[in-house]
């Protein structure tokens, strides 16, 4: 009975799962991320984040803020190439500082997928149009 509860729950998974994998690469951000509400999640809202100062989002406490000296750099789709990445080398890289951290997980996306993303934070940021390649 075990293994056909298991069998059953591995069904069930794998069908919930079918659409995400199918859909756009920005479903992985969408588990943490709110696009287009600006209602923060686990991670901040991603609404509007081009041309953001970093860790200002409202409501949302940001790890890495404490290390940011002075003005926080702002978001360009460069800094978001990079954070999405490697968010753990970026925000040493960012904030000028070795020690710093983030709770997000490097998600080492390139190509088609990182492209995907982009295009649907412009998109959803009213920031729409051909993003220049690294």
């Not at 992985?28 to 991670?43: E, L, S, V, Y």
């Amino acid at each position: 009975m075990n293994k056909a509860i298991l069998a059953a729950c591995a069904m069930l998974l794998l069908a919930l799962l079918a659409p995400v994998a199918h859909a756009g690469a920005e479903n992985k951000c969408k588990a943490c991320h709110d696009f287009t509400t600006g209602k923060n999640r686990i991670g901040p809202s991603l609404k509007g984040v081009l041309g953001r100062p970093a860790g200002t989002y409202p409501g949302y406490h940001y790890v890495f803020k404490t290390y940011i000296k002075g003005k926080p750099w702002i978001w360009t789709e460069k800094r978001i190439r990079e954070w999405d990445y490697d968010t753990a080398a970026a925000v040493k890289k960012l904030t000028g500082n070795p020690k710093a951290y983030t709770r997000m997980p490097s998600q080492f996306m390139t190509g088609e997928p990182e492209d995907q993303i982009i295009d649907y934070i412009k998109k959803t940021s009213g920031k729409a149009g051909k993003h220049p390649r690294k």
